[in-house]
């Protein structure tokens, strides 16, 4: 095993108890809020669009350009993590969502459904969401002792998924008496407030890369292929990168093909979309509360792949059967597999990874498996547009079981990929 390969065991916090941690719930409580309001524009965004439009190709554009954005990000997302203050740097990235998503409700009450709008709008946000997302995951071993990460990332993953139960069914309300706008100017606010809790926490100073050289051309260039160096030399972190590319590519415009789904084909209204992907979210809590139990009782491999076999075949049952109950359980084990397979792999990263390398590791993580993600959500729903929900469903749920059979012949199918 390589140097890099070598998992870092960092010094950290003392181990006290997750709630006596004052930085950590302050955290915690910041993101739920954020989380709750990103929960909205999840449902009002691509109800918003498809409002205005009538088009599922049109959401797949929305969602494709957004995508574009956070790979772009990518590139340099995990150099500034890694250079800049991380408490600084989120805090700016909360303000300019803010400011962001605030300018759709103003543009729509002033100069109306001006669609074209969006289309800057969420590629600035996706941009700035990426690197807010990469400072959270590297502020995490920050914030607790290495023992912990799991749980931690475990709590703020329900938190994330009780604000994604009560968010949609809210925005679908919203939505469907204020219209979808109402439900953005809720999201952006949420954003303020995420800000003012991160002004209040303090996060331990990552350890320097005492082997950097000084800043100029060739240490941004080399700051670009560290993480990417550090993913492929490390074989799990590289096989794990290597599967979610194509779940990526398959699921990014899975969110909206069910609502597109539910609203067209199953002629519900927005009330009964916003409750369903609520309802679904309870799968998400579910996964949070009883994922490091099953790690400890599964291992890292068999957790990470069981998780994605019942994502694929929830898939395909939602294509073969024409009916609400089914979408919904079928979103309901989707938001678990999810959810269990997005934990494990956090936690992963940031155990296996040194401090000083895990703003770029995460960034290069995100960029790899998100690069095709765009040109997925684009071809899923432009099919969907031509054939119907149900083929490309069924079509998407089996592919998602050959990425389990093909996770099977790499080093993610070890019990012990992931030590502790």
């Given at each position: ?18 709630l ?20 909205f ?16 190709a ?33 805090i ?26 969006l289309?800057p ?9 990426m ?27 329900a ?14 309300l ?5 219209g979808p706008?109402t439900a953005v ?10 800000a ?33 160096r ?9 096989a794990i ?8 590519f398959l ?21 009964v ?15 949070a ?9 599964l291992?890292f491999?068999?957790?990470?792949l ?13 294509g073969?059967v024409?009916h609400l ?15 269990m397979?997005?934990?494990?792999s956090?936690s992963?990263?940031q ?19 998100h ?8 071809v ?5 547009a031509?054939?119907g ?16 059979c ?10 012990h990929?992931?030590?502790?």
């Amino acid at each position: 095993m390589t140097q890099a390969e070598t998992p870092v065991r960092r010094p950290g916090p003392t181990a006290a108890p997750l709630l006596r941690n004052r930085d950590f719930l302050v955290f915690w409580a910041a993101q739920a809020l954020s989380a709750l309001g990103s929960s909205f524009s999840l449902v009002a965004m691509p109800l918003l669009v498809l409002h205005a439009t009538g088009s599922v190709a049109q959401m797949g554009l929305i969602t494709g350009v957004a995508g574009a954005g956070t790979v772009a990000t990518g590139l340099f997302a995990g150099i500034l993590v890694d250079r800049y203050d991380r408490r600084r740097l989120m805090i700016t990235c909360d303000v300019a969502r803010l400011l962001l998503y605030g300018a759709v409700p103003v543009v729509w009450w002033i100069a109306g459904e001006l669609v074209w709008v969006l289309y800057p709008i969420m590629a600035m946000a996706a941009v700035f969401q990426m690197v807010f997302d990469v400072g959270c995951s590297a502020a995490v071993p920050s914030l607790v002792a290495r023992e912990q990460i799991t749980s931690a990332n475990s709590r703020l993953e329900a938190t994330y998924a009780i604000g994604f139960v009560l968010g949609p069914m809210a925005a679908g309300l919203v939505a469907s008496l204020l219209g979808p706008v109402t439900a953005v100017t809720f999201d952006a606010l949420t954003f303020g407030v995420s800000a003012a809790g991160l002004l209040m926490i303090r996060l331990r100073p990552a350890v320097p890369d005492t082997a950097a050289p000084a800043a100029g051309p060739r240490s941004v260039w080399r700051d670009l292929v560290v993480g990417l160096r550090f993913l492929w030399r490390t074989p799990v972190l590289r096989a794990i990168t290597l599967l979610y590319t194509p779940v990526t590519f398959l699921s990014l415009g899975l969110v909206d093909v069910f609502i597109y789904y539910v609203r067209h084909d199953l002629g519900q209204g927005d009330r009964v979309v916003g409750t369903l992907l609520g309802a679904a979210s309870t799968g998400a809590i579910v996964a949070a509360l009883v994922t490091p139990a099953a790690r400890r009782r599964l291992g890292f491999g068999p957790a990470w792949l069981t998780a994605y076999l019942a994502c694929g075949v929830a898939i395909a049952a939602a294509g073969f059967v024409f009916h609400l109950a089914v979408v919904l359980v079928a979103a309901t084990v989707f938001a678990f597999g999810e959810t269990m397979a997005g934990i494990s792999s956090a936690s992963l990263r940031q155990t296996v990874t040194p401090d000083h390398l895990l703003g770029r590791v995460t960034s290069a993580f995100w960029m790899v498996h998100h690069a095709f993600g765009p040109l997925g959500a684009l071809v899923l729903t432009a099919v969907v547009a031509r054939t119907g929900v149900r083929g490309p469903l069924v079509a998407v749920g089996v592919l998602f079981v050959v990425i389990v059979c093909a996770g099977l012949a790499t080093p993610v199918r070890s019990r012990h990929a992931v030590p502790g």
